[in-house]
């Protein structure tokens, strides 16, 4: 694997084409083997600024890493380097469909009684965001659609949330 240079793109650094779908295991030993060039204790004998650059590395890997390996972020970063970045903050524009069904979610977490029935209905979510990923697999790797893609990313972001709250209700 050669060096790449700091300023390439997440997937240039890992050596790795620009799509959703990644193998996992690739990407963790790419990291692994990026990490050992970057070390800062490979270059502990050399001077300051060697071992700066080394540090810089070694954050620039991490970062990356970290990026890639989660599917959303790799989905909105994707999105970016296509010139369609995701603004969650600022684009909360959603489908009436979308969001009528968060309501009912909403309502549905509301009125939960028993486990059961919170049982129910993180499944329900989670087959939702499990739809929703292939469908955002679909926008990036067959039809390079990165304004679907986008709009994928926002609504699974919204998912990602509402799961959250339902895992923190059921440990309680």
Partial sequence: MSEPSLSAND?????????FALDAALLQERWK????????????????????????????VNEAYQRLRDPLRRAAYWCELQGQPVQ?????????????????WREALEEARDPTD???LRH??????????????????????????????????????????LHERLDT
């Fill in 11 to 19: 997937f240039a650094l890992f050596g790795l084409p620009q799509r």
């Fill in 33 to 60: 083997a990026l990490q050992r060039l970057a070390h800062p204790d490979r270059h502990a004998h050399a001077g300051a600024a060697a071992q700066r650059l080394a540090m810089q590395w070694s954050v620039r």
């Fill in 88 to 104: 969650a903050d600022s684009n909360t524009a959603m489908p009436a469909e979308f969001l009528l069904q968060q309501m009912q």
């Fill in 118 to 120: 919170l049982q129910r």
């Fill in 124 to 165: 329900e979510v989670q087959a939702e965001r499990d739809a929703r990923l292939q469908t955002l697999a679909a926008a990036i790797d067959t039809h390079h659609d990165a304004a679907a893609a986008a709009a994928q990313v926002r609504a699974l972001m919204f998912i990602e949330r509402f799961l959250e709250t």
